[in-house]
Nanobody, 126 residues
């Protein structure tokens, strides 16, 4: 069974950090772009950060540049999103997705995903 499973969400105070994980099972990530997306209540889903597994090209939306970092561990079929200096506006359900279009920016901008995880809640609040 092909699936992606996110973990690592939770409640954190403003300025804090979280690391999200996206673990793939049933397929290897090497031929995909892996993206992190988020959706807050009443808002459209947006691409936060994406990484091309073929060449490590990354993309970040402007609001997270300098604060978030995406990385991968191919041996574990896992992609991580390190989130630092979190703000209340980062509060959302975060999803990871794998898409056969391997260009990271294209995946994030267009919101592409052949496979999606179930999402993990991130809440930034004091």
């Amino acid at each position: 069974q092909l699936q992606l499973v996110e973990s690592g969400g939770g409640l954190v105070q403003p300025g804090g950090s979280l690391r999200l994980s996206c673990a793939a099972s049933g397929f290897t990530l090497d031929s995909y772009a892996i993206g992190w997306f988020r959706q807050a209540p009443g808002k459209e889903r947006e691409g936060v950060s994406c990484i091309s597994m073929s060449d490590d090209t990354t993309y970040y939306t402007d609001s997270v540049k300098g604060r978030f970092s995406v990385s991968r561990d191919s041996a574990k079929s896992t992609v991580y999103l390190q989130m630092n200096s979190l703000k209340p506006e980062d509060t959302a359900v975060y999803y990871c997705a794998a898409d056969h279009i391997t260009v990271a920016q294209a995946q994030c901008v267009a919101g592409l995903g052949d496979y999606w995880g179930q999402g993990t809640q991130v809440t930034v609040s004091s």
